[in-house]
T-cell receptor, first 113, second 111 residues
């Protein structure tokens, strides 16, 4: 079983749609969680951190349920520019910085006109 | 302020050869991690360097080795290249409890 598992996707949605991505992690020692966005043939970029209390950044809402080891990302009012691969990430501690990042395989989102 | 820089951006090697990839972390960052991303997969952790020492290592063979220099820059070395080593190699830098930044990566093709 993979340490971080995501919806296989791909997701193909019209502009303005709401789309939800789900993710589970198996390592209960994971301490921090993130969603990264990766455009085609580019490096991953941090979209947002995920907190147990839930957090929102504009059209994006992330949730973490530590008891279920479940993470989600909700995108409202999808834009063409949201088309990308979304990566669910769990991190352990390491020295004074975040340690190992464990990535899910990624879910491809395509938003069409 | 330069972000994370990696070199070379693209390279082609033959099976059995050795390769060295280089990474300069973002200014102020002291920790460097390396990841391998195969096509269609998420990045996989290779190892992390802090204070010139390997602090964590992922599930990669000893053919993968690294180094961190006093200026925090880092190298990833892969010996006895296999076709399956073809991937995007990403360097990530960070500082205590701060955002992790990735470089644009080095695309390695083994033929």
């Amino acid at each position: 079983r993979k340490e971080v598992e995501q919806d296989p996707g791909p997701f193909n949605v019209p502009e303005g749609a709401t789309v939800a991505f789900n993710c589970t992690y198996s390592n209960s020692a994971s301490q921090s969680f993130f969603w990264y966005r990766q455009d085609c043939r580019k490096e991953p970029k941090l979209l947002m951190s995920v907190y147990s209390s839930g957090n929102e950044d504009g059209r994006f809402t992330a949730q973490l349920n530590r008891a279920s080891q479940y993470i989600s990302l909700l995108i409202r009012d999808s834009k063409l520019s949201d088309s990308a691969t979304y990566l669910c990430v769990a991190a352990n501690a390491g020295g004074t910085s975040y340690g190992k990042l464990t990535f899910g395989q990624g879910t491809i989102l395509t938003v069409h006109p | 302020d330069a972000g994370v820089t990696q070199s070379p951006t693209h390279l082609i090697k033959t099976r059995g050869q050795q390769v060295t990839l280089r990474c300069s972390p973002k200014s102020g960052h002291d920790t460097v991690s390396w990841y391998q991303q195969a096509l269609g997969q998420g990045p996989q952790f290779i190892f992390q360097y802090y204070e010139e020492e390997e602090r964590q290592r992922g599930n990669f063979p000893d053919r993968f080795s690294g180094h961190q220099f006093p200026n925090y820059s880092s190298e990833l070395n892969v010996n006895a290249l296999l076709l399956g080593d073809s991937a995007l190699y990403l360097c990530a830098s960070s500082s205590p409890r701060n955002t992790i930044y990735f470089g644009e990566g080095s695309w390695l093709t083994v033929v």
